[in-house]
T-cell receptor
Framework: GAVVSQHPSRVICKSGTSVKIECRSL??????MFWYRQFPKQSLMLMAT?????????EQGVEKDKFLINHASLTLSTLTVTSAHPEDSSFYIC?????????????FGPGTRLLVL | TQLLEQSPQFLSIQEGENLTVYCNSS?????LQWYRQEPGEGPVLLVT?????EVKKLKRLTFQFGDARKDSSLHITAAQPGDTGLYLC??????????FGAGTTVTVRA
């Protein structure tokens, strides 16, 4: 149980285009999902907390107009990187709290590798 | 500045040896998680510890949460090449957000 999927796993795009990444909880309902980014050889940095049916809460320094988050259902959250630039190239990972596992335990998706040319 | 300091940053050992990874902070956590991450993949949860002084064992892995809930350790006995990966500790402070350590890259040589 507690499986989280992401799509796509890899994406290459041109500078200036927008990219949407999907995060799904496959066998449970997640009221809260989290979006992280991870640069090579570094740890995970929380970008935003996504709550179903409400606006996402962004961490300090993360541009909400650039990283659009939509959490339309209890099993799906999307992250859209708008007008992507080479410096947005990174590994984006989502996670979700699984009910009954303790609110502070998060299960992670496999990540999406974004390369902006 | 990272809330959680992990040490060592890198660890390379021979198969069969033991290893310990440390996760320290000056802050108190309501719970602490350990994850293992392989290249190009998301972190996989190994354990959650919530009680000060708690010790959990998963086969050859032993996890300990400090009495004051500020630190934790991961000990692997008789390491195998399959234990190779990036080990991350992450602490929660009651608001469901996790703060991650910088990670420890473990390499087990056959």
């Amino acid at each position: 149980g507690a499986v989280v999927s992401q799509h796509p796993s890899r994406v290459i795009c041109k500078s200036g285009t927008s990219v949407k990444i999907e995060c799904r909880s496959l066998d449970f309902q997640a009221t809260t999902m989290f979006w992280y980014r991870q640069f090579p050889k570094q740890s995970l940095m929380l970008m935003a907390t996504s709550n179903e049916g409400s606006k996402a809460t962004y961490e300090q320094g993360v541009e909400k107009d650039k990283f659009l988050i939509n959490h339309a259902s209890l099993t799906l959250s999307t992250l859209t990187v708008t007008s992507a630039h080479p410096e947005d190239s990174s590994f984006y990972i989502c996670s979700a709290n699984a009910p009954g596992q303790g609110q502070e335990t998060q299960y992670f998706g496999p990540g999406t590798r974004l390369l902006v040319l | 500045t990272q809330l959680l300091e992990q040490s060592p940053q890198f660890l390379s050992i021979q198969e069969g040896e033991n290893l310990t990874v440390y996760c320290n902070s000056s802050s108190v956590f309501s719970s602490l998680q350990w994850y293992r991450q392989e290249p190009g993949e998301g972190p996989v949860l190994l354990v959650t510890v919530v009680t000060g002084g708690e010790v959990k064992k998963l086969k050859r892995l032993t996890f300990q949460f400090g009495d004051a809930r500020k630190d934790s350790s991961l000990h692997i006995t008789a390491a195998q090449p399959g234990d190779t990966g990036l080990y991350l500790c992450a602490g929660a402070q009651g608001d469901y957000k996790l703060s991650f350590g910088a990670g420890t890259t473990v390499t087990v040589r056959a």
